[in-house]
């Protein structure tokens, strides 16, 4: 039986997450409602989802020497994510991020990348089987771009599928792209990539803007997700509207992560694109009903009940 094999590089934080009315101005001192510590970061969300969903995964990342480092390493431990490869990096803390989520869910978040954007190339070469025996190779961009270009450089020449959520948002090296089979944006993020407005589902001329920025053979997919307005699938063979699954939201810190640790799962278990874009579809909505980034990336039975 095949088991779908995924290593994610990237970030590992904590997050501090205030409950507040709203977010105080300049020079403004609230009250807030409730305080949280949650293990976070787009990486090690993303490789917890894609845990949760039956994924053997593998993390190549940094944390500090200290008491969020210890917290994270036994949270992929009890996730049963392989840790061999996350470097204690006694010079820079563990990254931490805080985050103030208001009474609609919507949030607002400074992250301070610390042990994080200290992932080396090097780093990258000593975990270089496990990105060569991966089904597929998850990044994003929290972490620094010359690592993830090496981690894309070796996954291309071992035929791993390379997999870039491109969040948060900023300019990418062609070099890069060039190496990417799917990018996962959201419309502001596919407003930095492409140059171009991002507003209505209709946006195909966007997303067929970035799929050239990719490469041009293998999958090249550009996956445009957009909220509450579902997913735009551009690939090469065909263009999909896909629609939001409807929940009750409670906080939409995560859904993102959980979408991408979901595709890369579905991928590596050999479900084609489209297939893969639904159950993914299916994951970022389950994570909306769930307070937290990390508790909120769904399991198995969690989608089941979601997809039926």
């Known amino acids: ?145 010359d690592a993830s270009q090496r981690a894309a450089e070796i996954a291309r020449q071992n035929g791993t599928i390379v ?8 300019q990418l090296p062609v070099d890069l792209l060039k190496k990417i089979d799917i990018l996962t944006p959201n419309a502001s993020e596919a407003t930095v990539l492409s140059g171009q407005e991002v507003s209505t589902p209709d946006s195909i001329t966007t997303a067929k803007t970035m799929q050239k920025q990719i490469n041009q053979d293998g999958l090249s997919s550009v996956v445009l997700t957009l909220g509450e307005q579902g997913v735009l699938l551009c690939a090469p063979t065909e263009t999909e509207h896909i629609p939001a699954i409807p929940v ?7 859904a993102g992560d959980a979408f991408s640790g979901a595709l890369a799962t579905a991928l590596a278990n050999g479900n084609n ?21 990390t508790p909120s990336m769904p399991t198995q039975e969690k989608l089941k009940a979601i997809l039926q």
């Open 163 to 170: 997999l870039l959520d491109p969040a948060p948002a900023r």
């Open 1 to 145: 039986m095949h088991h779908p094999k995924v290593t994610v590089v990237g970030s590992a934080n904590v997050d501090l997450v205030i409950r507040a009315e709203r977010m105080p101005n300049k020079g403004e001192t609230l009250i807030g409602e409730a305080f949280d510590i949650f293990t976070g970061g787009k990486g090690f969300n993303q490789a917890t989802a894609a845990a949760r969903l039956g994924a053997e995964v593998t993390f190549i990342g940094r944390i500090g020497e200290d008491a969020f480092g210890e917290m994270l390493r036994s949270a992929m431990e009890s996730e049963q994510i392989d840790t061999r490869y996350v470097k204690i990096d006694a010079d820079n803390g563990t990254g931490i991020a805080t985050i103030v989520v208001e009474p609609d869910g919507d949030n607002s978040i400074i992250v301070v990348p610390r042990a994080n954007m200290c992932i080396t190339p090097t780093d990258i070469d000593a975990a270089g089987d496990s990105i060569a025996n991966a089904d597929v190779l998850l990044l994003q961009l929290e972490t620094p771009i």
């Open 273 to 293: 694109i489209t297939e893969s874009v639904r159950y993914a579809t299916a994951a970022g909505a389950a994570a909306c009903t769930v307070l937290g980034a």
């Open 248 to 254: 009750d939201v409670i906080d939409t810190t995560g």
